[in-house]
């Protein structure tokens, strides 16, 4: 017997998956099970993926649906991880639990980086992994080192074609090919939860701000990220659009509505939130947007190269200059967006749909910023991002990288060698010190 595991945390990755099997990328099984991880901070109070609109469209391509969070009660599926003498007790627990038995078991999962994918990669160790890709981090090299006992099992990674001509990094290192997951099998799993949401507005052509909850994610502060809405807001208006629908995220809080609600009233501007927890492209399909605003969520680039609406984007210069570590897993998704798309305040860019960098430009960027974020992980890209920094640095390139960061890793347009060593000497130091606080008692009198 063969059995297919499918882990999905969010209704997008679920669709993902659905279209991935309608297009026959997964080979014929005795029994294909849907293993549901509700990753929000608070799991209890927030619906699982098995619970959200449009669901029940895409569960008859599996067997069964299993919980994660019901398996290693009480513990947090983003924290929790089997301790190595512990494996071989919860590979016969999850067998058991979910009638396994001695079938042959295969596993799609996503970010294979990270709990709670890594953790059921590693209880069942004999079996082969398939990565899927539901965003624009697969662009961006793998965010931490794998044990190799997970990574050389990685067979292949599928991804949607959200930026054409774009190849990914992730598990490159592990030498994981990538495969596409059909971009037609993808709409077309995405019409059939198109009438999903019986109470959505009917709005036509809207612009439609779309919320992704960075606070949570300590990117932004909560009073950032607010501002940031009402920038979109602001921006929308002053393209001329007089309605505006905004997708919050699902677990955003609601103070995030009112102060939108509020600047809307102030601007005189019709102004409808979704409350309903549906994909962004199910509005996309019901409502047509006459643009599409967000920060860097990967709805843009759907809007954009998958239903052709016009999109603009806000507020990434800010997170690439705050992103922390430089090798925040954010930083390439947030570098796409803002190299590939226009920005908001650029009236003529956004109203003539004007591209930013090509292809090619944009796939040289993203892999000088994959290396400097990971040279440990991808040191064969070195060569590369010398060359590039090396002749490619300017006035536009520059934000997407930081003095300091090429300085430590000895690239160009970093401090230059000669004068590397004064950071760490002692005596450089001592004086620096003692300069601050002569100026300091100066400045004081």
């Known amino acids: 017997m063969t059995t297919q595991i499918f882990m999905a945390s969010t209704l997008y990755g679920t669709a993902t ?3 991935a099997l309608d297009a026959g990328c997964f080979a014929a099984a005795d029994r294909r099970i849907l293993l549901v991880s509700n990753n929000a901070t608070t799991p209890e109070t927030t619906p699982s993926v098995d619970q959200m609109p449009g669901f029940e469209k895409l569960r008859a391509r599996f067997d069964e649906v299993v919980s994660w969070n019901e398996a290693i009660f009480p513990f947090h599926p983003g924290a929790w991880a089997p301790r190595p003498d512990d494996i071989p007790l919860f590979e016969r627990y999850l067998r058991l639990a979910w009638n396994l038995g001695d079938d042959e078991v295969r596993l799609a999962v996503e970010s294979i980086q990270v709990n709670p994918a890594l953790g059921v990669a590693q209880i069942l160790t004999d ?4 990565v899927y890709a539901d965003g624009l981090m697969s662009y961006g090299p793998t965010r931490n080192k794998i044990d190799p006992l997970v990574g050389t099992r990685v067979e292949r990674l599928l991804h949607l074609d959200l930026v054409p001509g774009l190849r990914p990094m992730l598990l490159t290192e592990f030498g994981v090919p990538p495969e596409v997951v059909p971009t037609g099998a993808f709409t077309e799993v995405l019409a059939e939860l198109v009438g999903t949401g019986a109470d959505l507005p009917r709005i ?12 949570a994610l300590n990117i932004l502060s909560a009073e950032q990220e607010e501002a940031l809405h009402v920038r979109m807001l602001k921006g929308a208006v002053d393209l001329g659009h007089t309605r505006v629908v905004f997708k919050p995220h699902p677990t955003a809080p609601a103070r995030f509505t009112r102060t939108l609600e509020e600047e809307a009233e102030r601007l005189g501007v019709d102004l409808t939130v979704v409350d309903t927890p549906v994909l962004a492209e199910v509005l996309y399909q019901r409502m047509r947007p006459a643009l ?12 954009s190269a998958l239903y052709g609406l016009p999109v603009a984007r806000v507020g990434t210069d800010t997170l690439l200059d705050r992103l922390t570590p430089f090798e925040n897993s954010n930083r390439v998704p947030v570098t796409i967006v803002d190299a590939a798309l226009p920005d908001l305040a650029d009236r003529a860019a956004v109203t003539e749909g004007r591209p930013g960098m090509s292809t090619g430009d944009l796939a040289d960027l993203v892999r000088a910023v994959g290396f400097t974020m990971q040279p440990k992980i991808l040191p064969e890209l070195r060569p590369e991002a010398e060359t590039y920094l090396s002749t490619r640095l300017d006035e536009t390139t520059w934000r ?7 300085t430590s890793l000895g690239l160009p347009g970093g401090v230059p060698a000669q004068l590397g060593f004064l950071p760490r000497n002692a005596t450089v130091r001592r004086v620096a010190r003692k300069a601050r606080n002569l100026q300091r008692r100066v400045s004081g009198r």
């Open 204 to 215: 036509e052509a809207p612009a439609l701000l779309l919320g992704q909850y960075l606070s």
């Open 400 to 406: 997407y990288f930081k003095k300091k960061r090429l």
């Open 127 to 130: 079996a082969p992994v398939t």
């Open 292 to 303: 599409v605003v967000g920060c860097f969520s990967t709805a843009l680039l759907t809007a």
């Open 17 to 19: 998956l659905a279209a």
